[in-house]
């Protein structure tokens, strides 16, 4: 069993920041590619940023040069830090791993419950 849970929500001002985690847990052989998806009320999911096994990192150009996707290997956390913050940022933020359970089991994927984040004056 796997679990994925965020933490570092809120609510901010236009402007501020916020630093989000995501830490996996459970029987985790590898851990392939880790993201950070989000959902405004309305519309759909899309992908933010996306951080692949040898650090190669992708964005969402609404996001680029404001946010940065990392992870720590050892601690099985992935991390979104968002600066210069827009209410058109405000959306639940899921965070999403492929991971291989197993020698011999495919990648699956894998969601967290999602955290708030509101920026707003």
């Known amino acids: 069993q796997v679990q994925l849970v965020e933490s570092g929500g809120g609510l901010v001002q236009p402007g501020g920041s916020l630093r989000l985690s995501c830490a996996a847990s459970?029987?985790?052989?590898?851990?392939?590619?880790m993201a950070w998806y989000r959902q405004a009320p309305g519309k759909q999911r899309e992908l933010v940023a996306n951080i692949i096994s040898h650090e190669r990192t992708n964005y969402a150009d609404s996001v680029k040069g404001r946010f940065t996707i990392s992870r720590d290997n050892s601690k099985n956390t992935v991390y979104l830090q968002m600066n210069s913050l827009k209410p058109e940022d405000t959306a639940f933020y899921y965070c999403h791993a492929r991971i291989k359970t197993g020698w011999t089991t495919p990648l699956n994927d894998y969601w967290g419950q999602g955290t708030q984040v509101t920026v707003s004056s």
């Open positions: 459970g029987t985790i052989f590898s851990i392939n590619a």
